[in-house]
Structure formats: structure tokens, C-alpha cells
């Protein structure tokens, strides 16, 4: 029990110091405050711009898709460019475990972005007055629905290039119809029967479910669902990634 309990700590710590890493070099850089904070930004502009009602309404959509590209928007700009450099390799063959660089990249995107959820939260608060009904449902949103898209963000960024422009292209092929199909500005009951079975595949779904309860009182889904549902995705995408760095790096 000692030593399963002492192993974990150094993967902790070794993960805690490749997500460190990440927060010193790469917040700053301009695509990801671009990418991670201005663009919902200027969706949610676009979507509230003419809108009838109360432009707070759109607070806890604007804070879930922040969330979306915050958080997935850090490791496919970190890893390309440190293959580049090739000290991803040097990390790759660091005595430390894979599940702990997957872990320890997808905790910089999950950092990053619960900070910039707080600029959508305060606004809401402070500029249209939003309450908040529910701490809970909001916490748990945000922790588990950012971990989720960092985590989305390191599988993605598996794939084996040097530039950060191809993963983002692919990813955003997966980002955008997100928005569309998780509740975010359409109502869930209001997308066709037929396509709607695709809201169920989305964890933005549940993590914006989560959000508006925190907002509104009430959710689609049962919480305890919405948060099953998000640690299901989460494992999920930690698996395949591991899967996918062991294969890329033999």
C-alpha cells in the first residue's frame, strides 16, 4: 500500500510539473488567448447583437462554449511546438509514466481555463446583475466540463505533427458543431427529433446542462446524470489518448 501510494505521488508531482511547465511558457501566447477567449466572446456577440430578451440569458452558454475553447486550445499549440523543438521527446522518454504527461498536459488546459471562465462569471455578475441559484451545479460544471475539453484537447493533439495550425483545423471541425448541437444557443427541445440522438454524444451537453442549473434552477438532464456522463467522457478521452501517444511514440 506504501509503495502504490508513494507511486502516485510521484505521478502527481511529475504531472503537476509538466502542467507548471506549460502555464509558464505557453498562457501568454496570442492564438491561445485568441482562440481560448476572444472568439466565444465575439460568438456570443453575434448571438446576442438583435436578440430579443435579456442578454444574461446567454451568460451561462457564453461561460460553457469559453469553457470549449479555453480549455481544449493549450496542448494543440504546446505539444506541436515541442516536437518542433523535439523536448516533447525528451519528455516522452522522461522516467516518468505516459498517463502522467497526458495527465499533466490536460491539467495546463483545465488551469487555463477555469481562469477564463471567471471573465464570463464575473461580467455575468457584475455587468448584468445574473444571480447564481446554485453554487454547486456551476462548480462542478466548470471543474469537470473544463477537465473534459482539456482532456479533448491533448487526445487531438496526439496526432503527430510539428504544427499546431493542423490540429487546430481538425479540431475545430469538432469545436464549432459542438456549440450547435449541446443546448448552448438552441434549446435541446427545440432541434429536430431526427438529429437530436447527436446531442447525447456531446459533453458539452452535460456540462452546459450543468451550468444553467446553476443559473435557471432547472437542467435536461439530473445532475447526478450530467455529471456521470462528463466523468464517462473524461475517461474516455484519457484512454484513448494514452492509446494514441503509446502508438505515435513507439
Not at 221 to 236: E, Q, R
Request: glycine residues 6%; hydrophobic residues 55%.
Amino acid at each position: 500500500m506504501a509503495d502504490a501510494c508513494g507511486q502516485l505521488c510521484s505521478e502527481l508531482n511529475a504531472a503537476w510539473a509538466i502542467a507548471k511547465k506549460d502555464i509558464l511558457i505557453y498562457y501568454l501566447k496570442p492564438n491561445i488567448i485568441v482562440s481560448g477567449a476572444l472568439f466565444p466572446l465575439f460568438m456570443f456577440l453575434a448571438f446576442a447583437v438583435g436578440r430579443p430578451g435579456d442578454p444574461s440569458a446567454l451568460i451561462p452558454g457564453l461561460i460553457a462554449i469559453t469553457i470549449l475553447f479555453s480549455a481544449s486550445s493549450i496542448e494543440p499549440v504546446s505539444i506541436p511546438i515541442e516536437r518542433r523543438m523535439k523536448t516533447f521527446d525528451r519528455l516522452i522518454s522522461a522516467p516518468v509514466s505516459l498517463h502522467a504527461v497526458v495527465l499533466g498536459e490536460s491539467m495546463s488546459g483545465f488551469l487555463y481555463s477555469i481562469g477564463i471562465a471567471f471573465v464570463p462569471l464575473l461580467a455575468g455578475i457584475i455587468l448584468f446583475g445574473t444571480p447564481i441559484l446554485n453554487v454547486l451545479p456551476l462548480v462542478l460544471g466548470l471543474v469537470l466540463t473544463s477537465f473534459c475539453f482539456a482532456t479533448m484537447g491533448t487526445l487531438f493533439a496526439a496526432y503527430p505533427t510539428e504544427s499546431p495550425g493542423d490540429i487546430m483545423s481538425m479540431l475545430n471541425l469538432v469545436r464549432l458543431p459542438l456549440i450547435f448541437v449541446s443546448g448552448v444557443f438552441i434549446p435541446l427541445d427545440q432541434i429536430p427529433a431526427a438529429g437530436r440522438f447527436v446531442t447525447y454524444l456531446s459533453p458539452l451537453t452535460y456540462g452546459n446542462d450543468l451550468i444553467h442549473a446553476a443559473y435557471a434552477g432547472t437542467t435536461i438532464f439530473s445532475p447526478l446524470f450530467d455529471v456521470a456522463m462528463l466523468l464517462v467522457f473524461i475517461a474516455i478521452f484519457q484512454f484513448a489518448a494514452n492509446r494514441l501517444y503509446r502508438k505515435f511514440n513507439e
